[in-house]
């Protein structure tokens, strides 16, 4: 009777063990970038997404170790890493994505590389981090961004300035020409 009941445990806890290592690990399903000062851009390209895994965290430049904070966080963004995800829930979950990393970047200035910041112990989002992987020598201390990581999400946040801007000068430009199609009605 032990014997049948240890093994169903055993037998239980490999079925258990296998299914949830089926979802921790893998690409995610949508990386949000997103911040105070500018428009949210959403990383949905596949083969962008399977370079930035949390697992990997190919996002940071672990050569160089922790590094300083920057002195100049203005463009600061936070990185939220979804993932269909059965069984898993936060607060900041969108319908069957669900949140599984989230880190703070600070776009470098004229060309300088970015900061990646991993929340540590007590910080909002961490104990969401440590759900999917915990880095204890490096949670709440900043990293320099990888080169790739760096390149990708600069890219994606002039693209959509640019999107922005583009809308913007043309409201202006519609708004503009309006006036002075008035204007000129008036002096006819």
């Known amino acids: 009777m032990i014997k049948s ?3 169903a445990f055993l037998v ?3 079925v258990f063990a296998g299914a949830s290592s089926s979802y921790a690990k893998g690409s995610p399903d949508k990386i949000l970038i997103t911040s105070d000062h500018a428009k949210t851009v959403a990383i949905t390209n596949r083969e962008t997404l399977k370079k930035f895994d949390p697992w990997s965290a190919q996002f940071i430049d672990w050569a160089k170790g922790a590094v300083s904070a920057p002195a100049d966080q203005s463009q600061s963004y ?3 890493f979804y993932m269909k995800w059965p069984g898993r829930r936060s607060d900041y979950d969108r319908g069957d994505l669900k949140l599984i990393y989230t880190v703070r970047y600070v776009a ?3 060309g300088a590389p970015g900061y990646v910041y991993l929340p540590g112990a007590g910080e909002k989002f961490h104990s969401n981090n440590i759900g999917t992987i ?3 020598k490096d949670d ?3 990293h320099q961004a990888s080169a790739e990581w760096d390149a990708v999400t600069k890219r994606l946040i002039i693209t959509s300035a640019g999107n ?3 809308f913007v000068n043309a409201a202006l430009w519609s708004i503009g020409f309006w006036a002075v199609e008035i204007c000129c009605s ?3």
């Open 5 to 7: 009941i240890l093994l």
């Open 12 to 14: 239980a806890l490999i």
């Open 134 to 136: 915990w880095r204890e």
């Open 140 to 142: 709440g201390k900043w």
């Open 164 to 166: 922005q801007e583009t």
């Open 108 to 110: 470098g200035r004229e």
């Open 186 to 188: 008036f002096g006819e």
């Open 78 to 80: 936070e990185v939220f």
